[in-house]
């Protein structure tokens, strides 16, 4: 979670029927009840655990109390701290700001003819290539091959949204589904990248939040970090320095700490170019972190009376690894903080765990930690 969500969930808790319990709502129904029948009849009436009306009166407090619930939710959907789905996405048009509906990976295939030919060979928009994993690319222009020439590189985009189609490395696209007579071969010459699935809760939280922050016309780092953002909803972090005079530094990383490709990195430079976005003083530069390597080796031991629960107890750590590699790199400028480790691995179950690596490194504002190799051993089964 970043700062901006921690903000937004730091905010008073609120409760539009003053945190009303169950337990709270029976016993006044049952007083209610109990001071109508007097008022009514002069006389008092004890109701007993398994007196019919007392049970009459719990399952209607159910439904009353199921109602209250929903008349507090709904209140709260009128709140950042709370909204999600549609409920955010009208918090969001308050603002200008609409949920991003994915984004399309994009690459460059590279159409190759069997021989030079002596009239043009055309290209036509929205032929499909594939890798033959059931994702196809369809090219986005027309294109032409000129006599004498044997190939041309043209822009393609998946035909579906999302980030299954991301990373495919170049040559992984080898197959032409529309025929094209002289078309020999066809390969994506770049690792495909851009592909974004629709924009999660918290992604779309923390852009309303920083809106405000996007009419500044005086480049402060929240206006950068929204603009960002608004630029593809799959980018998780970025951070906003100024090296030098005039210069803005914009690093970000993706979801999961996923470093972004170069196509990215030259899109978002471009789109925060424009004038409407970018002071007319700033000269902005954006680009990956920079990488500050380390290592995890480590050796846990599993207390004796968790002895039958064993295998589990390895899956549970071999899952908290990963959370931390993903915690560890998510985050441009966090420390390398083996803490952090042991508390995930302890909350894997764990009883103890000696580490070797990483050892506590401070990371700049423009760099990320990544984990490169993982040594885990399991030492055995210890007594309290």
Request: negative net charge; glycine residues 6%; aromatic residues 8%.
């Amino acid at each position: 979670m970043n700062d901006t969500i921690d903000t937004i969930k730091n905010y008073p808790d609120i409760s539009f029927i003053d945190n009303l319990a169950l337990e709270k709502l029976q016993n006044q129904m049952l007083a209610d009840f109990s001071e109508k029948y007097k008022e009514l009849t002069g006389k008092e009436m004890a109701l007993a655990p398994a007196h019919p009306f007392r049970l009459i009166l719990y399952a209607a407090s159910l439904q009353l109390y199921q109602a209250f619930q929903y008349l507090d939710q709904a209140g709260k959907q009128s709140f950042l701290k709370y909204a999600y789905g549609d409920h955010l996405e009208n918090l969001g048009a308050l603002k200008g700001i609409a949920r991003s509906r994915g984004e399309k990976a994009k690459t460059t295939v590279r159409f190759t003819l069997s021989k030079e030919q002596t009239g043009v060979i055309t290209i036509p928009k929205g032929t499909r290539v594939t890798s033959g994993n059931e994702i196809y690319f369809y090219t986005t222009e027309l294109a032409e091959i000129p006599p004498g020439m044997l190939n041309i590189d043209v822009r393609t985009e998946c035909a579906e949204v999302g980030t299954a189609a991301n990373g495919l490395e170049p040559g992984a696209i080898s197959i032409l589904v529309d025929l094209i007579p002289y078309v020999q071969s066809v390969s994506n010459i770049d690792t495909s990248a851009g592909g974004q699935d629709v924009e999660k809760d918290e992604n779309l939280a923390e852009r309303i939040f920083l809106a405000p922050a996007g009419y500044s016309v005086a480049g402060p780092d929240a206006a950068y970090q929204y603009w960002t953002k608004k630029y593809n909803s799959g980018i998780a972090d970025v951070k906003v320095t100024s090296p030098s005079e005039g210069i803005v530094d914009i690093r970000f990383v993706m979801e999961d700490g996923e470093l972004p490709e170069e196509n990215l990195i030259t899109g978002l430079q471009e789109y925060l170019s424009d004038n409407n976005i970018r002071p007319l003083t700033d000269k902005v530069r954006t680009g990956a972190p920079d990488l500050i390597e380390c290592n995890i080796e480590l050796t846990y031991y599993i207390n004796k009376r968790d002895a039958s629960r064993t295998e589990k107890i390895k899956k549970n750590v071999e899952s908290a690894i990963e959370a931390f590699k993903v915690w560890q790199q998510e985050r441009i400028g966090r420390d390398i903080n083996p803490s952090k480790l042991l508390y995930f691995i302890v909350q894997a179950e764990a009883k103890r765990v000696d580490i070797i690596e990483p050892v506590f490194t401070l990371v700049p504002d423009n760099a990320v930690a990544r984990i490169q190799n993982v040594n885990v051993v399991y030492g055995g089964i210890e007594d309290d």
